[in-house]
């Protein structure tokens, strides 16, 4: 479980859609992207029954938001042609009502806006084509290199 610790660098948060997804993402930080998997997942330990697991951000955020952003994200994909900027609002709103629940000491929520990445608190933004290597410090990617 990764928590806000003051002082330290903020934990980050993305609210964006991918097919089948929840709507909202860890941030890896730099070190969290450049450290190897653990080898293997094997730890002995049985998974959890569907009714025994625990929803994820639950412990962070209210179920009303989390049922929002599931139903955001799932706008997304089930529309025929979905109204883009409508959507991009509706993602906007949602990454403040994240930044609202979650506070804002040692906590930074991002969303997409047309070609940004925007911070919802201190306000900020960056190109969609540079906001990892500006924000966060990744390494450019290399040619055919996949993210993690």
């Avoid at 998997?37 to 412990?59: D, K, L, T």
Wanted: charged share 25%.
């Amino acid at each position: 479980m990764a928590i806000a610790v003051p002082g330290a660098e903020p934990r980050r948060v993305l609210i964006a859609w991918d097919y089948g997804a929840r709507g909202i993402w860890w941030v890896l930080t730099k070190e969290e992207k450049e450290t190897p998997p653990p080898p293997g997942r094997r730890s002995g330990i049985r998974p959890p029954a569907p009714g025994e697991r625990v929803r994820p951000w639950s412990e962070w955020l209210s179920a009303g938001l989390l049922d929002d952003l599931q139903q955001w994200n799932d706008d997304w994909d089930h529309k025929k042609d979905p109204d883009r900027l409508t959507l991009q609002e509706r993602g906007r709103d949602l990454a403040i009502r994240v930044q609202d629940e979650l506070g804002t000491d040692g906590w930074e929520v991002l969303y997409q806006f047309g070609g940004q990445m925007l911070r919802v608190h201190p306000p900020g933004s960056w190109p969609i084509g540079s906001w990892q290597q500006q924000l966060l410090g990744y390494a450019p990617p290399r040619p055919g290199q996949l993210g993690r």
